[in-house]
């Protein structure tokens, strides 16, 4: 079955302080995973794609197949960076399953 | 700049009543979908359909229908509301699958039943 699995309802951070948002899927062929951002009053738009291997307002994220994991990273977390960040999984249909979503806030 | 449209930002609705929800897109994708957010819950598939006519069930059909006459427009059916089905409501479009595409989504349709 595919699944994706992020732990973290609520991650809080401080302003300069690193971000890891962690994302877990379960797929057994080759899948193509996303990253999707919610701010506050704001429709959801695409974050970035492991596909592309694109650093998008300093965030990344490797996928690791081994961990079956596609964590979100930044080094240096700024205010305008709270949001809702949902990870998500493409398998071999049109769809994607998204994960339950993690809310960041980072405090100043 | 906006792509893909839900033609209500707020609805109230009573118990029982047929609702309809709208979306268009511009882009001519093939692919339309639409799911429901809730907290704690995520993103949830209702339906989806990749091309005019065609439609498929996600992980929640159960209460809801589709319809999608013309490539642009992709409307999401609530055959007899219920408190159950208050929730936010996304409507998104996308190409076909390859390449990385991702989905371009609304701005959300936040029913409440009464």
């Known amino acids: 079955a595919q699944r994706v699995t992020q732990p973290e309802k609520l991650l809080s951070v401080f302003k300069g302080a690193p971000v890891e948002l962690k994302c877990n899927y379960s797929?057994?062929?080759?899948?193509?995973l996303f990253w999707y951002v919610q701010y506050s009053r704001q429709r959801l738009q695409l974050l970035l794609r492991?596909?592309s291997r694109e650093s998008i307002k300093g965030f990344t994220a490797d996928l690791n197949k081994g961990e079956t994991s596609f964590h979100l990273k930044k080094p240096f977390a700024q205010e305008e960076d709270s949001a809702m960040y949902y990870c998500?999984?493409?398998?071999?249909?049109?769809?994607?399953?998204f994960g339950s979503g993690t809310r960041l806030l980072v405090r100043p | 700049d906006v792509k893909v449209t839900q033609s209500s930002r707020y609805l109230v609705k009573r118990t029982g009543e047929k609702v309809f929800l709208e979306c268009v897109q511009d882009?001519?994708?093939?692919?339309m979908f639409w799911y429901r957010q809730d907290p704690g819950l995520g993103l949830r598939l209702i339906y989806f359909?990749?091309?005019?006519?065609?439609?498929e069930k996600g992980d929640i059909p159960e209460g809801y229908s589709v319809s999608r006459e013309k490539k642009e427009r992709f409307s999401l059916i609530l055959e007899s509301a219920s408190t159950n089905q208050t929730s936010m409501y996304l409507c998104?479009?996308?190409?076909?699958?390859?390449?990385?595409?991702?989905?371009?989504f609304g701005s959300g349709t936040r029913l409440t039943v009464v």
């Open positions: 359909s990749y091309d005019v006519k065609m439609k």
């Open positions: 998104a479009s996308s190409l076909p699958t390859g390449g990385g595409s991702g989905y371009t």
């Open positions: 492991h596909i």
């Open positions: 882009m001519d994708h093939e692919n």
């Open positions: 797929y057994s062929g080759s899948p193509e």
């Open positions: 998500a999984l493409r398998g071999s249909s049109y769809k994607l399953i």
